[in-house]
């Protein structure tokens, strides 16, 4: 069966099973919402996912905790890639993504998202929408990009490490609208907010000043977010709730922010989700990251300073 076909036929299973059991619909951020997140950011919560909420009847996607019910694929591993590590305290589960095969072209990277040629309709939110923040915990489990599987040349390196990000309405499964990931800067590998406001448009980076060996240690839980405010064509990043000092790598308007506004992404919905590597459709291999994940968090809005603190305190101090 196709993964197009799964993912609807497990996503019915859901729906019937709880219209008989007389179950509320997947957890949304309004009211109560998940416990791991913040009040205050409940209402702004698009997607969230902590890797404790497999799809009944398809271990292989994992459940949407925010308000979109966007179903995730954990792609090529399945369910083996739900490990038992906290990133903290209260924290179950983990996400598992890494290179496989690096000298075969092989499409068979783990990696989790999900993808559609006509847009994620669930993920409405981000379309034409003025700002948003991507964050969550990460943990390398490398110190150097993994070698290119897509070229001949066994020298030869990816130029990036995916973590997580939104696509944009036109992707192929590597362009994005809102991203957080390592990258090459100027011949030296950086952690990034890396934004597009305008499908087809030039995209903006925000690169972190300091070595990305130290803010990601290997073996370490960290939290990271990248926030991305389009009115204004502004980026920020976060470790551990404490913005990073960092620059960005265009000093002209590639936003295209300058003239009047409103200044808002493209009315068009993001084709979907990637984490840790690009193209969730697994139709080609690009920029893996032999990492661990923990709540991730896909939210509508670009979060403060204060807000991004607050949300590192609620997980690390208790609820």
Same mark, same amino acid.
């Given at each position: 069966m196709s993964r197009a076909r799964r993912v609807a036929a497990a996503t019915a299973a859901v729906l019937a099973a709880g219209a008989l059991a007389g179950l509320a619909p997947p957890a949304s951020a309004g009211g109560s919402g998940p416990r791991d997140v913040h009040p205050s950011l409940r209402d702004n919560l698009v997607a969230f996912y902590d890797f404790d909420h497999p799809v009944p009847g398809d271990a292989a996607l994992e459940r949407d905790q925010g308000r979109s019910g966007t179903e995730i694929e954990l792609v090529n591993g399945g369910a083996a890639m739900r490990v038992a590590d906290r990133a903290y305290a209260g924290s179950g589960r983990a996400l598992q993504t890494r290179q496989v095969e690096p000298t075969v072209a092989g499409n068979d990277d783990w990696k989790a998202g999900t993808w559609s040629a006509s847009g994620v309709r669930t993920l409405r939110a981000f379309n034409a929408v003025a700002g948003t923040t991507v964050m969550g915990w990460f943990k390398a489990g490398m110190t150097a990009p993994r070698p290119n599987s897509t070229t001949a040349d066994p020298d030869d390196l990816f130029n990036a490490i995916g973590l997580a990000g939104v696509l944009t309405g036109d992707s192929d499964g590597h362009g994005v609208r809102a991203l957080l990931e390592l990258i090459d800067v100027e011949g030296e590998l950086r952690?990034?907010?890396?934004?597009?406001? !305008?499908?087809? *448009?030039?995209?903006?980076?925000? @690169? =972190?000043?300091? +070595?990305?060996? /130290?803010? !990601?240690?290997? *073996?370490?839980?960290?939290?990271? @977010? =990248?926030?991305? +405010?389009?009115? /204004?064509?502004?980026?920020?990043?976060?470790?551990?709730?404490?913005?990073?000092?960092?620059?960005?790598?265009?000093?002209?308007?590639?936003?295209?922010?300058?003239?009047?506004?409103?200044?808002?992404?493209?009315?068009?919905?993001?084709?979907?989700?990637?984490?840790?590597?690009?193209?969730?459709?697994?139709?080609?291999?690009?920029?893996?990251?032999?990492?661990?994940?923990?709540?991730?968090?896909?939210?509508?809005?670009?979060?403060?300073?204060?807000?991004?603190?607050?949300?590192?305190?609620?997980?690390?101090?208790?609820?």
């Open positions: 952690l990034v907010a890396l934004g597009r406001r !305008l499908d087809g *448009g030039n995209s903006q980076t925000f @690169a =972190a000043a300091q +070595d990305w060996h /130290t803010l !990601l240690p290997v *073996g370490q839980w960290v939290h990271l @977010a =990248a926030t991305f +405010d389009f009115s /204004t064509g502004t980026m920020a990043l976060y470790r551990n709730g404490r913005p990073l000092a960092g620059f960005y790598t265009r000093t002209d308007d590639p936003w295209l922010v300058d003239g009047p506004g409103p200044h808002v992404t493209t009315a068009s919905d993001p084709r979907g989700i990637k984490i840790g590597g690009s193209y969730p459709q697994d139709t080609r291999e690009q920029n893996p990251c032999d990492c661990r994940m923990d709540s991730l968090m896909f939210l509508d809005r670009a979060l403060s300073a204060r807000d991004v603190e607050r949300q590192y305190r609620h997980m690390t101090r208790g609820r």
